[in-house]
Structure formats: structure tokens, C-alpha cells
């Protein structure tokens, strides 16, 4: 179940989402509850009016605006300041028909645009898996989750970087499509064909969205 906290982030993103435009007014019913998971129309109510309160939303004859404060506070939750700015942890199965979506597509495709992709077995351990999976995740600047075949742990880390404020950087083969997973299909995903695709797009997507790396040479 979210949090009050998630719950008001992902209804202000929601709105900052359907505006075409900084300052546009956004018109909200009941069904917008969908959103978080919004037990009674009254929740709904509840979160808009904290939301005013708290300076991220306007209201003006029954719709609501993000604010400048609004704006403000969504770009720290994608763009945190905790992490390692160049490292982007990765999210996906172990599978040999994804071996080379790994080694061909997103860890070139991440060095493009000048950031590290690293998965959990990026590095000798001893230590128990999930402990570094969750240190990973902590540590880095994001995640890059391919959802392809699946996975249920690639899902469940991108769920984890979500509730830190990581960005997450949704991947999937295009014959994936249509089995992605209802909570999260309302996301971007890159849709990939073959590995050069995929490190094509990443690398685009990543300087399009966060700039060049620190881990670039030029």
C-alpha cells in the first residue's frame, strides 16, 4: 500500500503530466483516485486540499495548476541528490536471451551517454544478494529496469529506487509489450528491438533527459 507521502507525489506528477504546459489548469473527477489507489472520493479531496497547503498545487474554479514550488520540488524527486551521479543500477533477469541485451545494449548504450551501468554481479561479493541489491540501488544515481520476460525482481527494485526518489528508466523488448505488468504500463518505456537498438535508445534517452554523463570523455 502507498504511503500518504506517495500517494500526494504521484497525484501532483499526474497532473504536472496532463499539463501542456507550465501553468495550465488540469480539470480532476473521482476517477483520478485511479492514480493511488484512492479508497473514497473524500482521500481524493483530502490529498488536493494538503497538496494546496503545501504550496504545490493551485486551485482556480474547480481545477488546479502545478505551482512554481510544485515544479520545483518534482525535479528534486527525479532528480535526486543522493546517489552516485554517474551510476545507474540495473534491474532485470538473469536469463541467457538476455545476456547480450546487457553486454550489447544497455551497458554501451549507458557508457554513450557517459553513465555506469552496473548489476548486482557487476562486482565479486560474498555477501548475501539482496543486501547488495538493495546497497546498489541506494547508491546509485538510478535504475535502469528491463522488464523483459517479467521479472518479478526487476519490478520489485524499480518499486524500491521509486520510493527513494531514484529516476527509473523503463526498458522492454517490443514482443514484451502487451504482458508489462497494469501498476507500472502507465510509465515510459523504451521499446526495443535487437541490442543496437537498445543502446541506441538508452543512450538518446539518457542525454535527452539527464545530459551527458560524468563518466563521459567528451
Known amino acids: 500500500m502507498l504511503s500518504v507521502p506517495d500517494k500526494q507525489n504521484a497525484l501532483l506528477q499526474d497532473v504536472a503530466k496532463r499539463s501542456t504546459y507550465p501553468g495550465e489548469s488540469v480539470e480532476l473527477t473521482e476517477r483520478d483516485g485511479v492514480v493511488f489507489d484512492a479508497s473514497h472520493r473524500d482521500e481524493l479531496r483530502y490529498h488536493l486540499e494538503t497538496l494546496i497547503e503545501r504550496e504545490l498545487l493551485k486551485a482556480t474554479h474547480g481545477k488546479y495548476t502545478v505551482s512554481a514550488k510544485g515544479w520545483d520540488y518534482m525535479e528534486h524527486l527525479t532528480n535526486p541528490t543522493n546517489g552516485n551521479r554517474s551510476d545507474f543500477f540495473v534491474a532485470m533477469a538473469f536469463k541467457d536471451e538476455l545476456a547480450a541485451a546487457w553486454k550489447d545494449g544497455i551497458q554501451p548504450g549507458a557508457m554513450d551517454a557517459g553513465y555506469v551501468a552496473k548489476r548486482v554481479d557487476t562486482d565479486p561479493h560474498n555477501g548475501r544478494i539482496d543486501d547488495r541489491i538493495l546497497a546498489g540501488i541506494r547508491s ?26 531514484r529516476p ?34 538508452l543512450s538518446l534517452h539518457f542525454q535527452a533527459v539527464f545530459g551527458r554523463g560524468p563518466a563521459s570523455s567528451t
Do not use: C, M
Open 140 to 165: 546509485s544515481y538510478g535504475v535502469i529496469a528491463d522488464v523483459t520476460t517479467q521479472n518479478a525482481g526487476a519490478y520489485f527494485e524499480a518499486g524500491f529506487a521509486i520510493g527513494l526518489g
Open 168 to 201: 527509473v528508466v523503463w526498458t522492454v523488448r517490443k514482443d514484451e509489450v502487451t504482458k508489462l505488468h497494469f501498476d507500472t504500463r502507465q510509465f515510459i518505456h523504451l521499446v526495443w528491438e535487437d541490442e543496437p537498438d537498445l543502446r541506441n535508445k
